[in-house]
């Protein structure tokens, strides 16, 4: 006989046969001798599912179901009891037939366990309850970490996107009036000290994207996106990227590639040269008057095509007990060259979690005073000219773009005092004549009683009142036609993604490029013509 004190367990059993019932009923209580067992019982599934939701009959821990059953069967119920891929209580399946079909059709359904009556044991039978009270829990604390971990990835999603924001936003005005004012009449002394604001604000906005890339990596968005490109003239223009930052410490910076590695490939340009860059500017820092090497060799075979990039220089090299963990965040050789070189130590890290993303592998090798040597392998196809043409984004302009947009109208939104100041200057500097607004209000009301004279709509994404893709939904009601320029400082794809189907034509992200942005200006307002007749196809 059962004692006082001992765990119970409250089983719901569900049979259309009451003998079946005591059955299992007698299973249990002679199986389990360590525990109390409290039964309720219902002769069909309906009224098992009326007692699953009468909470006065709750807790429940185990439900015992008869396969089938006039009204309902066991199969059904399960559905019944389901909350997102779980049904609410572990449920064991009873079925009269030997055959595997009821059995997979229990557990596809979302049963813990399955048992022919002819096999009812009480042994067998109270520790199949165990076993699936206990699976049940363990896949609810499962399922309750993967809901806790996604909620997590959103948050630290939406405080990657303020971030960004918040900096890049002031970053633009930075950048952007600096530019400005280099186009001005400036003696030497004051364009020397502009260049340097603008060369340093360009070096904070880097910080910037390592510490977010860093965050999107932990939070898995990163994203990679395999392009053809022409790996011969990628390479070229690195080396003339990093020409003048080797110059300036007066290294020698050479490139090197094999005749055996394709021209074309597919790779993510974006990622691959994030990789490159910063391996050629640690190489240039660490090497003043010395000699920096980029070379691509082809390291496939017939089962795999590989390529393989080797950056070589002969500065200071790394200590030996430094090697590995110059690759983790925030650390830095313990050199006094390294120690002196400004820097977060973020560089390495991101370029190893990037090529592991690409499905590749770095390899480091240093000598004290001799120099140093990181050999990148990654898996990239070999690719044709034919396939980039289609898949690279271009603005081909029939005129310059001082001609195109000195017939164009362009009506800006955005909030930010010194982001408007820079948008017109870059506008008006042009020929453009612009329009600047404060809110997403005040652009629909604009647009919805000029919108036949508007060339084209630039909205800031996040704004007082409106914000930038509630306006663009607005707009698009009654004027499906006037392009439509999103400007974010959230570079993320879902952003892109959400402002595609807000109604939006393209994105301008921030910090700004103002030969880049005017150029995509300029495509659309001549774009901006044909879209009021007919579809501009790009």
């Keep these: 006989m059962a004692k006082f004190g001992m765990p119970s367990q409250r089983v719901l059993l569900i049979d259309d046969s009451s ?18 067992y409290e039964f309720l019982e219902a002769e069909n599934a309906v009224r098992g599912l ?29 559905g019944e009891l389901l909350e997102g891929d779980i049904p609410r209580f572990p449920v064991i399946v009873l079925t009269g037939s030997s055959g595997t079909t009821q059995a997979s059709q229990a557990l596809q359904a979302g049963a813990q366990d399955y048992l022919t009556k002819d096999a009812i044991y009480p042994v067998v039978l109270s520790r199949l309850v165990d076993n699936a009270i206990e699976r049940h829990v363990l896949m609810k604390r499962l399922k309750n970490s993967e809901r806790a971990a996604d909620s997590a990835n959103r948050a630290k999603s939406a405080l990657i996107g303020n971030i960004s924001h918040e900096i890049r ?16 009449s400036l003696n030497d002394d004051q364009r020397n000290l502009l260049s340097m604001i603008r060369d340093n ?17 932990e939070a898995d968005m990163l994203e990679i996106k395999p392009l053809a490109i022409n790996l011969r003239d990628f390479l070229d223009d690195l080396i003339s990227i990093m020409g003048v930052r080797a110059n300036e410490n007066s290294t020698t910076l050479d490139v090197g590639f094999a005749d055996d590695v394709p021209e074309w490939i597919f790779a993510d340009p974006i990622r691959l040269r994030q990789i490159l860059l910063n391996l050629l500017s640690n190489a240039i820092k660490f090497t003043p008057n010395g000699k920096v090497r980029l070379e691509a060799q082809n390291a496939g075979n017939d089962s795999q095509n590989l390529i393989r990039f080797v950056v070589e220089d002969n500065g200071c090299g790394i200590p030996q007990e430094d090697l590995e963990n110059i690759f ?7 050199t006094d060259l390294a120690n002196r070189s400004r820097g977060t130590g973020l560089g390495l890290s991101i370029c190893r979690r990037l090529i592991v993303a690409m499905g590749g592998r770095i390899d480091v090798e240093s000598v004290i005073d001799e120099g140093s040597s990181f050999t990148i392998t990654l898996p990239l196809v070999e690719a044709h000219e034919s396939m980039a043409l289609q898949e690279k984004q271009t603005y081909t302009l029939s005129r310059t773009v001082e001609e195109i947009l000195a ?4 009506v800006v939104a955005e909030d930010t005092r010194a982001t408007q100041v820079l948008m017109r200057r870059f506008i008006e500097a042009s020929g453009g004549k ?20 508007i060339s084209v709509v630039i909205t800031d994404l996040q704004m007082p009142v409106l914000d930038g893709l509630d306006a663009t939904r607005a707009i698009r009601e009654f004027d499906p036609h006037t392009p439509v320029l999103v400007l974010t400082a959230d570079a993320l794809a879902e952003t892109r993604s959400e402002a595609m189907e807000a109604g939006a034509d393209d994105l301008i992200t921030k910090p700004i490029d103002r030969e880049k942005f005017l150029e995509m200006l300029a495509h659309w307002c001549e774009c901006s013509s044909e879209k009021k007749s007919q579809s501009c196809e790009d």
């Design 19 to 36: 003998e079946d019932r005591a059955m299992v009923r007698s299973a249990l209580v002679r199986g389990g001798t360590d525990r109390r």
């Design 50 to 78: 009326e007692l699953c939701n009468d909470d006065s009959n709750l807790p429940i821990d185990c439900i015992i179901v008869d396969f089938h059953m006039p009204q309902m069967t066991g199969v059904e119920l399960l």
């Design 169 to 184: 936003t002031p970053m633009t005005a930075v950048l952007g009036l600096c530019d400005v004012l280099l186009q001005s």
């Design 201 to 217: 604000g360009s070096y904070l906005v880097e910080i910037v994207n390592d510490l977010l890339d860093i965050s999107k990596m």
């Design 328 to 334: 983790l965040p925030f650390m830095q050789s313990g």
């Design 407 to 410: 017939d164009c109208e362009v």
């Design 434 to 453: 612009v329009t600047v607004l404060e809110d997403g209000q005040q652009l629909v009301a604009h647009v919805r009683e000029h919108h036949r004279s």
